[in-house]
């Protein structure tokens, strides 16, 4: 057999370790390479584009085309010289372009293989992490609770191992799996109880398993078209996108009319056609994409030194704009070191027995263990060697408890550990250390209990119940049936202090306009304590038991307000996500269990920690290093100060560059000839892109960090429609003094708006990338170099050798000084346009 092929599990277990010619004790590292080089590298899809063809890929804008191919016709007919210039040019942008976005991405690929999923998986006989892209059918991966499962394996141990494996065959509840052989051959995956496939996720207990298709081979595979279906977009993801289609229906139309007019008035028709097309490509925000790859991948390199990993690139404009989050509080608002202080009986004394009742209970599950479970490991004196485990029934959020099946040789009873009020639901007695006799649990006795619970919650402790049942001693196996008419045992009670940090992090978040929200599966005296102690306002509570008779109209209407949510389930939490995004919150949602995958994938922006288990780790958008809120919102400001300098490019090609090419059009109807070459266009766009490049690297206000930002089309084409006719009056101030006072021929008026038109067009960017006062906001070094010497360049570059060759003659001294007057009263211009824009648009009707 090879490795593909499809009915793995239907083979006896010698077999098909024979056909894959591997022991169970693993490969060895050499074995691996070698199969590595046949099989490939474990994923679904392999992605090796060469180099050349990413860049090839940078011509595809159509008016790229269009104009080298125009250029070629102009070439034959003997302009050798603009054909070179049009090219050379081309050449540079697309080439900086490339350069700029490779970078960006190869520096994001970086930062999402440091938090890639890794496989536990045997090596030269011993257990290893590798990335699971590295795995090869024949490896033996070692499976726990919280995995996901890297290949097609075929099971050879298997310890109370479910799987949730939803995704290939639909089915909501976990399944188990088992080493026997399958009674009948199925080629069904839903028959193959003896194997687990790609994808799917490890819910509870732990197995030894044999690697037998990976890649495209696995059961996935088949399926991955489907499945790997891209994200919704992002708020920011559609912006961007409107306004690329906006200033492309606006380019189309100036392209149109100049076309036109230029017939009209008889001009040659190629240069006409050249000239247009040069116009269509100055227009076109053709940078957007690199600018918008640029900033993110230097957003996500900063966030990465301030311990934040982002995997998806669009996250960040959420995380900016993020206004809600939404997390537990273990770990971000307490210090997860959580400790067991006490374990008391029904009566409230210090009980021996409840303590052994849970160290048996947790020792035994074969679940993810919980951090309550470790704290009750450490009390190392309990004695366990006597004790058998016969079965377990795993722990789910929705019964929110575990029992398993022990036996001593003397009795069989199966031990229950989970939510006190479900435990005293299910519970019908009740014994104490000093009466282990069972008593009937009456209400007295109850409600002694429920007393006993409460004060312990109001004293911040986090509790959990105990309970036991004697079964018969040949009861084979635990089932859900079982966990009724318990004896309740008492009360295990858990400490972990607030965090001292969480209380600035909560305040730095609500100053920074960010709601946080508490989703628990704590009890509400618990959370309530922590809030206290952590100066937390209460706006409002609701428990999982009110949720669960809620619709969603109601739900809407309590979750506005609440902001302490007790006893939820993971089923819950996604629905008061979704109650949030309805009503126009960014929500965040932090997360790191096994059940928080669809939360995670339900917010506008998922962040787990680097500590989660793994299907948490894959279903996030981001991970923290370090689970701390601190850090998170350091990453918010990181956010909002990426979608700043995007936004500075967007205003930029707004104002003074669309401006510049609207007047360009409206020239054509007085001038007698073409207001510029079709390669001083080009030219002028290349050094326009060029000073653009440093955006990334910008200074950003303090003032605009502190609010959580969102796309707004509407304010990008009211800022475009004040802001751009700016420029236009200046230009055609300048067509006046050109014609006028200087009186310009072609080649004259061709350099003397070449160089207004680079300056007016560059220098704007250091009124409008601070809504105050330019002297007052600082912008980067390099930003001003870059732009400072792109102004200067454009300004020599008629003196230089080789100018006529573009079509530039020098121009008068003086055209210099007036130049520079009129480029002060341009940008001062703007400044005060820019002041009346931001206080009419901030008007209550416009915010």
Known sequence: MSAENPAFWNLPLAE?????????????????????????????RVQHERLLLQYLSHFKNPLVLILLAASVISAT?????????IWTIVLISVTLDFIQEHRASRAAEQLRRAVAVHATVLRDGAPIEVPMERLVPGDVVILKAGDLVPADCRLIEARDFFVNQALLTGESYPVEKLTAELPTPSNDIGDAANAVFMGTSVVSGMAKALVSRTGSAAAIGEIVDSLDTAAPPTAFELGTHSFGMLIVRLTMLLVLFVFLANAYFHRPFLESFLFSIALAVGLTPELLPMVVTVTLSRGAMRMARRHVIVKRLAAIHNLGSMDI???????????????????????????????????????????????????????????????????????????????????????????????????????????????????????????????????????????????????????????????????????????DPPKKSAAAALA?????????????????????????????????????????????????????????????????????????????????????????????????????VDS?????????????????????????IEGRRTFANIMKYIMMGTSSNFGNMFSMAGAT?????????????????????????????????????????????????????????????????????????FDAEQTLFHTGWFIESIATQVLVIFVIRTQG?????????????????????????????????????????????LLLGMVVCYLCAVEFMKRVFYRWFMRPEYA
Request: include cysteine.
């Open 325 to 495: 989050l939404c997390t537990d509080k273990t770990g971000t608002l307490t210090e997860a070191k959580i400790r067991l202080i006490r374990h008391v009986d029904a009566d409230g004394r210090d009980s021996r027995q409840v303590l052994q009742y849970a160290y048996l209970n947790s020792y035994f599950e074969t679940g993810l263990r919980s951090p309550l479970d470790n704290a009750i490991l450490e009390q190392g004196d309990v004695v366990v060697r006597h004790w058998q485990k016969i079965d377990e029934v795993p722990f789910d959020f929705e019964r929110r408890r575990v029992s398993v099946l022990l036996d001593d040789g003397k009795r069989r009873m199966l031990v229950v550990k989970g939510s006190p009020e479900d435990i005293l639901r299910l519970s019908t007695r009740y014994a104490t250390e000093s009466d282990e006799t069972p008593r009937p649990l009456d209400d007295a006795a109850h409600q002694r209990i429920q007393d006993l619970h409460d004060s312990l919650g109001r004293e911040g402790f986090k509790v959990l119940g105990i309970a036991w049942k004697e079964v018969p001693a040949d009861h084979p196996h635990a089932v859900l049936d079982d966990e009724i008419g318990l004896t309740f045992a008492g009360l295990a009670a858990f400490l």
């Open 612 to 636: 989660a288990v793994d299907v948490a780790k894959e279903a996030a958008d981001m991970i923290l290093l370090r689970q701390d809120l601190h850090v998170l919102h350091a990453g918010v």
């Open 669 to 741: 109807l007085f001038l007698p000839f073409l207001p510029m070459l079709p390669t001083q266009i080009l030219l002028n766009n290349l050094l326009y892109d060029f000073s653009e490049l440093p955006i990334p690297m910008d200074r950003v206000d303090q003032e605009y960090l502190a609010h959580p930002k969102h796309w707004d089309t509407r304010f990008i084409r009211n800022f475009m429609w004040v802001i751009g006719p700016v420029s236009s009056v200046f230009d055609f101030l300048t067509f006046y003094i050109l014609l006028k006072v």
């Open 773 to 817: 006062s330019p002297f007052a906001s600082r912008p980067s070094l390099v930003l001003t170099a870059t732009s400072l010497s792109v102004v200067v360049f454009s300004a020599l570059l008629p003196n230089l050798p080789g100018a006529a060759m573009l079509g530039f003659v020098p121009p008068p001294p003086v055209f210099y000084i």
């Open 77 to 85: 007919t003997g302009d050798i010289t603009g054909f070179a210039i």
């Open 16 to 44: 098909l370790q024979s056909r894959l010619g591997n022991s169970f004790a693993g490969l060895t590292e050499a074995e691996a390479k070698e199969r590595t080089a046949l099989y490939g590298p474990n994923a679904l």
């Open 508 to 608: 730095a978040l609500a100053s920074s306009g960010i709601g946080v929200k508490i989703l628990t599966g704590d009890s509400e005296l618990v959370t309530r304590y922590v809030c206290n102690e952590l100066r937390i306002k209460v706006s409002g509570v609701l428990n999982g038991a009110d949720i669960q008779h809620m619709d969603d109209a109601v739900l809407a209407g309590r979750v506005r307000e609440a902001n302490l949510f007790c006893r939820v389930t993971p089923a819950q939490k996604n629905r008061i996500i979704l109650c949030l995004k309805a009503q126009g919150h960014t929500v965040g949602y932090l997360g790191d269990g096994i059940n928080d995958a669809p939360s995670l994938h339900s917010s506008d922006v998922g962040i787990s």
